[in-house]
Nanobody, 118 residues
Framework: VQLVESGGGLVQPGGSLKLSCAAS????????MGWYRQAPEKQRELVAS???????DYADSVKGRFTISRDNAKNTVYLQMNSLKPEDTAVYYC?????????????WGQGTQVTVSS
């Protein structure tokens, strides 16, 4: 299983970035896909998730600014980030999760750095 993130980088406050996560080795359509982030010396937190039925959920801190979407034909999940703030600076991780028989099955990408700075 591989989850490969791309699209991170350096952007000025108020700017935009679009992250992509390409999945392989899983039946993409049955997984809930999520984006998490971890800033230095902070715990990893959920940013946004999208279910197999396209239901979405967002952290309060990004509502109205970030949009998660998925393309099951391309096995890819996206995170459109607008109106970026310095506090959005973090490593962003892609996650794929589904219910297993006894416990959740979860996979992680390697992460992509997003830095918001002038």
């Amino acid at each position: 299983v591989q989850l490969v993130e791309s699209g991170g980088g350096l952007v000025q406050p108020g700017g935009s970035l679009k992250l992509s996560c390409a999945a392989s080795g899983i039946i993409f359509g049955v997984y809930t896909m999520g984006w998490y982030r971890q800033a230095p010396e902070k715990q990893r937190e959920l940013v946004a998730s999208i279910s197999r039925g396209d239901s979405t959920d967002y952290a309060d801190s990004v509502k109205g600014r970030f949009t998660i979407s998925r393309d099951n034909a391309k096995n890819t999940v996206y995170l459109q980030m607008n109106s970026l703030k310095p506090e959005d600076t973090a490593v962003y991780y892609c996650n794929a999760q589904r219910k297993g028989r006894d416990y959740p099955i979860s996979y992680w990408g390697q992460g992509t750095q997003v830095t918001v700075s002038s």
